[in-house]
């Protein structure tokens, strides 16, 4: 079974660009969340999904931050303009009940210049 | 106040050793305890869960103190394939899960 995959793996772009990540969750797994590492710096929710609903983003730093998951399948993030803070690893989990046993991507790495 | 506190390490030990270390959490309302390995450059994958009682699995033991909020995890005979960034993972009552920085820990040949 394939685990959840995440596209880009590595992304560099200028300030003010727009970048779009994406997630694919596990197979039949409803909810989806976004986790982000900036660098030296823990682990930090995002938001999370439930099937196609944004059932919680309070994690999201601010509204140059975008994401969906249409259809309830694969969600997207986009930040739009990016900003050097942004930089960073984005980490997609899905799992099919248990808020604790996460499977992750293995991340995109975002560096704005 | 960061809601979960690890000491970052580096712990480094010998192969066959004994390691142990341990996380606070700020939350007294906190409902569920992890703990997630992370290797180099690699997606945080789940080790254990951790229970109230203490629990084992193989050679890796958790324990929870709800009183003083820690959690801690001990490593037995410690092998190569071990040396890893062990995060420790809190959560509330909704799906939103905390993460401590992490700890590193070495195992040498």
């Known amino acids: 079974e394939a685990g959840v995959t995440q596209f880009p793996s590595h992304s560099v772009i200028e300030k003010g660009q727009t970048v779009t990540l994406r997630c694919d969750p596990i197979?039949?797994?409803?909810?989806l969340y976004w986790y982000r590492r900036v660098m030296g710096k823990e682990i930090k929710f995002l938001l999370h999904f439930v099937k196609e609903s944004k059932q919680d983003e309070s994690g999201m730093p601010n509204n140059r931050f975008l994401a969906e998951r249409t259809g309830g399948t694969y969600s997207t993030l986009k930040v739009q303009p990016a900003e050097l803070e942004d930089s960073g690893v984005y980490f997609c989990a899905s799992s099919h009940g248990s808020p604790g046993e996460l499977f992750f991507g293995e991340g995109s790495r975002l560096t704005v210049l | 106040r960061k809601e979960v506190e690890q000491d970052p390490g580096p712990f480094n030990v010998p192969e066959g050793a004994t390691v142990a270390f341990n996380c606070t959490y700020s939350?007294?309302?906190?409902?569920?305890f992890f703990w997630y390995r992370q290797d180099c450059r690699k997606e945080p994958k789940l080790l254990m869960s951790?229970?109230?009682s203490g629990n084992e699995d193989g050679r890796f033991t958790a324990q929870l103190n709800r009183a003083s909020q820690y959690i801690s995890l001990l490593i037995r005979d410690s092998k190569l394939s071990d040396s890893a960034t062990y995060l420790c993972?809190?959560?509330?009552?909704?799906?939103?899960?905390?993460f401590g920085a992490g700890t590193t820990v070495t195992v040498r040949a």
């Open positions: 951790v229970y109230s």
């Open positions: 939350n007294s309302a906190s409902q569920s």
């Open positions: 197979s039949g797994h409803d909810n």
């Open positions: 993972v809190v959560n509330g009552n909704d799906y939103k899960l905390s």
